[in-house]
C-alpha cells in the first residue's frame, strides 16, 4: 500500500515521528480562458458534461436542458473556471422525471473539491469555502456573481421549499476558489 518504505518481513521499527500536515504552497497562477468539459465533484459522486449557456429572455442565466439533468451549464460569456474572476456553473436539482445533477449540492462541505476539465487538458481544481442558501427574492448578486480578482467558481441549482405554481423560493450557491491545476479529473 506505500504505506511503509520497510519490507513487510522486517522486524525493525521505524522511529515514531508526529504527523505534519503539509504547508499550503502558493496559489496556482490564473489560467488562459479555455472552454470547460466536465466537473467533477468527489465528495457528492457528481461527473457530469458541460453545455454553454447565456441569458435568457429577462437578462436571467439559463438553465441546461431539462431533458438532460445529468447535464450542467457554463455561462459562455463570463470567465471560464480557472481564469481569473468568478466562474458560474448550473445545474438541475431534480425535473419532472426525478433526481438531477446537483440534487445533492447542499451536502458539500469547506475543503470539498470540484474538479472542472477544460478543452485545452487542464484540471482547474477548486475548493470549496462555503456553500449558502438565498431566497430568490433576496439574492446578492454581487457577492455571487462579483470578481474576488482571483479565479473562483459558483456551483449553483434551485433550494428551499417548492411550490407547484411558482418553483423553488431559493437557490443553493457553493464558493470555491483555484487551488491547484491537474492532468486528470
Known amino acids: 500500500d506505500g504505506a511503509s518504505a520497510r519490507h513487510p ?10 504527523a505534519v ?28 458534461p458541460v453545455v454553454e449557456l447565456g441569458l435568457d429572455a429577462q437578462g436571467r442565466l439559463a438553465t441546461p436542458p431539462v431533458g438532460s439533468p445529468r447535464m450542467v451549464g ?26 438531477a445533477v ?14 472542472v476539465a477544460r478543452a485545452d487538458g487542464r484540471v482547474a481544481v477548486f475548493t470549496v469555502d462555503r456553500v449558502r442558501t438565498y431566497p430568490k427574492t433576496g439574492f446578492p448578486d454581487e457577492e455571487v456573481y462579483g470578481s474576488t480578482g482571483r479565479p473562483e467558481l459558483r456551483l449553483l441549482t434551485c433550494g ?18 483555484l487551488t491547484d491545476i491537474a492532468q486528470k479529473i
Open 74 to 99: 457554463w455561462y459562455a460569456k463570463g470567465v471560464t473556471p480557472g481564469e481569473r474572476g468568478t466562474a458560474v456553473v448550473v445545474g438541475h436539482r431534480d425535473t419532472l422525471t426525478g433526481p
Open 9 to 18: 518481513s522486517s522486524r525493525a521499527k521505524a522511529p515514531s515521528r508526529p
Open 160 to 177: 428551499g421549499a417548492f411550490d407547484r405554481a411558482t418553483g423553488y423560493e431559493a437557490n443553493i450557491v457553493v464558493f470555491a476558489h
Open 102 to 115: 446537483f440534487l445533492n449540492l447542499n451536502a458539500l462541505s469547506p475543503g470539498n473539491t470540484v474538479r
Open 21 to 48: 500536515p503539509p504547508r499550503p504552497g502558493p496559489p496556482p497562477a490564473p489560467l488562459a480562458r479555455s472552454r470547460p468539459t466536465t466537473v467533477a465533484v468527489p465528495a457528492i459522486t457528481i461527473e457530469a
